[in-house]
């Protein structure tokens, strides 16, 4: 008996990709993204509720209509195309594995080609119009002396905004050459110079004692206020910081190993 479609995509999500890829939940929301556009593509094209979808219904010729109704309909990308292509040769996979009817579907799907296209333009500050911008920064205000931290940390070491949220203390080594240990995508790490970096020292205070925190944010490195409480910074505090932060967003990671000459010192 062929199994429903429900029990499959749950155990999908569920099992498959958290436990036996051990993917992280950001990944897992982006192929959530892309099963939740299939499965209402599909829908769409039968004229029925997602509810009362089948397994046979998942045919090889809606995987191609539905990867030209992302380029014709929704305007994406062909980068997108081929991330969303990516998820589904993954999503069927599975299918292949649970339910051996499918394999011959999921052989056509998997051999479905990439599109090829021109590698994106790199976008970069001259050390000049970095200079200019922190020279710009306020030094007035409760967090002034944090974002400026922030921005030298993100410039020093080529960081991604994620890597920066998630640091804790532990991970940073302040003895020469001060080192810090990222915690970047895939699960990876990696060891990234500080330049000794004055700026970072500063907080290994924490947020002032008086203040209750929530999630022990005294182990984190950069925290914020909310309310009452202390709470440890997240992306979107990083990139939401407007003037500063948000004009250097998308550029610090062209960045990659910066020369020691173009580095900033405080």
Same mark, same amino acid.
């Given at each position: 008996m062929t199994p429903s479609l429900g029990p499959l995509v749950q155990s999908f999500f569920m099992d498959y990709l958290p436990v036996q890829k *051990?993917?992280?939940? *950001?990944?897992?929301?982006?192929?959530?993204?892309?099963?939740? /556009?299939? /499965?209402c593509f599909v829908s769409e094209q039968r004229g029925d509720s997602i509810a009362s979808l089948t397994i046979e219904d998942l045919s090889f010729e809606r995987v191609l209509a539905f990867l030209k109704y992302l380029e014709q309909r929704r305007g994406n990308s062909i980068r997108t195309r081929n991330?969303?292509?990516?998820?589904?040769? +993954?999503?069927? #996979?599975?299918?292949? %594995?649970?339910?051996?009817e499918m394999?011959?579907?999921?052989?056509?799907?998997?051999?479905?080609?990439?599109?090829? +296209? #021109? %590698?994106p333009d790199t976008h970069y500050l001259e050390q000049e119009e970095v200079t200019a911008l922190f020279r710009s920064l306020s030094k007035q205000g409760r967090f002034a002396l944090r974002d400026r931290t922030l921005l030298l940390f993100l410039y020093n070491t080529g960081a991604r905004v994620q890597e920066v949220a998630d640091l804790r203390m532990e991970h940073l080594d302040f003895v020469p050459p001060a080192m810090v240990h990222l915690h970047g995508k895939g699960d990876k790490w990696r060891i990234a110079s +500080?330049?000794?970096?004055?700026?970072?020292?500063?907080?290994r205070g924490g947020p002032p004692a008086r203040i209750r925190c929530r999630d022990q944010c005294h182990s984190w490195l950069a925290w914020t206020r909310q309310s009452r409480y202390y709470k440890p910074l997240c992306r979107a505090d990083v990139t939401g910081q407007g003037r500063s932060i948000a004009c250097l967003r998308g550029e610090f990671w062209s960045f990659g190993d910066i020369p020691r000459s173009h580095r900033l010192e405080e």
């Open positions: *051990g993917l992280r939940q *950001g990944s897992i929301r982006s192929y959530r993204d892309t099963i939740r /556009l299939f /499965l991330q969303r292509r990516a998820a589904l040769n +993954t999503f069927y #996979s599975y299918l292949a %594995l649970r339910v051996p394999l011959a579907a999921c052989q056509r799907i998997a051999a479905i080609p990439i599109k090829r +296209t #021109s %590698l +500080t330049n000794n970096s004055a700026p970072v020292s500063a907080h």
